[in-house]
């Protein structure tokens, strides 16, 4: 029989289990990613064209964006997960 002293149970007076471990943290945080990826591959698929951050409106920036080199004046850009997409269909296509 354990020496009990001071207590009438065998059980520890401060619980062990109640923190999360780590592995339900890193378990969580790799939920989160994937949902967020999912939700970027759908918004890439509705919607492939992003605002351009060079002469996109509300930048503060009140100049013509005739010549962007970045978007061609458009104001619009493919999203780099959709450009990612495409380049994985070409790749792997043939």
Known sequence: MPH????ATTHPATPTATF???AAG???FLLAAALA???Y???CAVAPFGPCPRCAPGKGRKRKAAHCRHCDGTGLRLRTG?????YL???FAR
Do not use: K, Q, S, Y
């Open 20 to 22: 999360p471990t780590l």
């Open 4 to 7: 009990l002293i001071a207590t």
């Open 37 to 39: 990826a999912l939700i």
């Open 41 to 43: 591959a759908a918004m």
């Open 26 to 28: 890193v378990g969580w």
């Open 89 to 91: 269909r070409r790749t």
């Open 82 to 86: 959709r450009r990612l997409f495409n």
